[in-house]
């Protein structure tokens, strides 16, 4: 895994082998991020990164300029990685160990941006899931975007506030935003 932008661009990270994770490709990442860059200033963004696994996500938001960075995951190896290699980059991202589902049905926070990397083997309805948590508990800020990495097995494209989609490789970035009033 390799940050592609910002101030560690093309710095590789090597997370151990024994982490239960399916980081986003290089190719998927650089296209999302150059969709985000054309919508959001990355040092305005407060950001929520679901599944975060390897911290691939938060370490590239960190790199671009992002300091204010939630990284969640239930897997203790992997929140011990985010957090050693944050600091060893002198990044500002809180680690949180929990089930995803529970920290989003618990936290007071908003965000800009929330990003979330389930397992691709998870029911559509699980996916939907993590979609309705974040709007019944708005966690979105104005303008804010909620981002879910998926399968081309999975179709999200029924939920309210879904958006658009965009497809990379055999990653699907589903976007949803708040509706219009």
């Given at each position: 895994?390799?940050i592609i932008s910002g101030k560690y661009k093309g710095k590789r990270l090597v997370a151990p082998?024994?982490?239960?994770?399916?980081?986003?490709?290089?190719?998927?990442?650089?296209?999302?991020?150059?969709?985000?860059?054309?919508?959001?200033?990355?040092?305005?963004?407060?950001?929520?990164?679901?599944?975060?696994?390897?911290?691939?996500?938060?370490?590239?938001?960190?790199?671009?300029?992002?300091?204010?960075?939630?990284?969640?995951?239930?897997?203790?190896?992997?929140?011990?990685?985010?957090?050693?290699?944050?600091?060893?980059?002198?990044?500002?991202?809180k680690t949180v160990k929990s089930d995803v589902f529970t920290f989003l049905k618990n936290t007071p926070e908003k965000f800009d941006l929330?990003?979330?990397?389930?397992?691709?083997?998870?029911?559509?309805?699980?996916?939907?899931?993590?979609?309705?948590?974040?709007?019944?508990?708005?966690?979105?800020?104005?303008?804010?975007?909620?981002?879910?990495?998926?399968?081309?097995?999975?179709?999200?494209?029924?939920?309210?506030?879904?958006?658009?989609?965009?497809?990379?490789?055999?990653?699907?970035?589903?976007?949803?935003?708040?509706?219009?009033?």
């Amino acid at each position: 895994m390799r940050i592609i932008s910002g101030k560690y661009k093309g710095k590789r990270l090597v997370a151990p082998k024994k982490l239960p994770v399916r980081p986003t490709t290089d190719m998927a990442k650089e296209a999302l991020f150059n969709i985000l860059n054309n919508r959001f200033y990355f040092d305005e963004l407060k950001v929520l990164d679901l599944f975060s696994g390897t911290g691939n996500i938060s370490f590239e938001f960190a790199s671009r300029g992002t300091e204010k960075i939630t990284a969640v995951d239930a897997h203790q190896g992997c929140v011990r990685y985010i957090s050693k290699t944050a600091q060893a980059l002198d990044f500002t991202i809180k680690t949180v160990k929990s089930d995803v589902f529970t920290f989003l049905k618990n936290t007071p926070e908003k965000f800009d941006l929330v990003f979330a990397d389930p397992p691709y083997d998870f029911e559509t309805r699980q996916f939907l899931n993590i979609a309705n948590l974040v709007f019944e508990n708005t966690l979105l800020l104005e303008d804010g975007l909620l981002i879910i990495e998926h399968s081309d097995q999975t179709n999200l494209s029924e939920h309210p506030q879904f958006s658009e989609q965009r497809k990379y490789g055999g990653s699907i970035f589903s976007f949803f935003e708040l509706e219009e009033k």
